[in-house]
């Protein structure tokens, strides 16, 4: 893996841009809002994270909430083509951070892309000592999503309301 442009947020090191051989992880950018309001009114992807009906109906409002909440926010390209979203919340440097992770198309699930955007994440945030450990929360009926989380090395930490938590401390990775 390496970095490229030497893009860093100011005060915690964290690399803006990564890439790994053709799967690449950029920085969130305004004009991906139309893109992402799309993917995230998919039925599918609605229903595994409990929701009925669209979150918002302004591309711009989706943007923004993505870009407040998820700091940092990175798009997932495999060939300069949009393929899915990763980003961490609740980041308290040095210690912990939550993680989403969305391969939008259901056509590119289970080809190893969203293993490698978490890697090339994971190792970005460990070599410039961001966190120590990812945490990350998945509806109890989304099976997929656990199994996922499993076979990376995430380990169950508890249930609350519908929602489990899992974890996986970085220094265990290299």
Known sequence: MKR??????LFLRIPGCME???LRLRP???SDGPFIL????????????????PIASSWF????WMKKTFTPSYFIECDSKQ??????YNLIPGKSAGMGLIIFDKNNR???YGTRAFNICAQGMQRNSVVKEIIVKVKTDNHGALSFWRKLGFVEAGIINDLITMSMGLQRRI
């Open 83 to 88: 393929i899915g979203f990763i980003g961490l």
């Open 4 to 9: 490229t442009k030497g893009c860093y947020m």
């Open 110 to 112: 289970r080809l190893g």
């Open 61 to 64: 409002f989706v943007w923004w």
């Open 38 to 53: 799309r993917r995230l009114n998919d039925r599918a992807i609605l229903k595994a994270n409990g929701l009925s009906r």
């Open 20 to 22: 790994d051989g053709n």
């Open 28 to 30: 969130l950018r305004i």
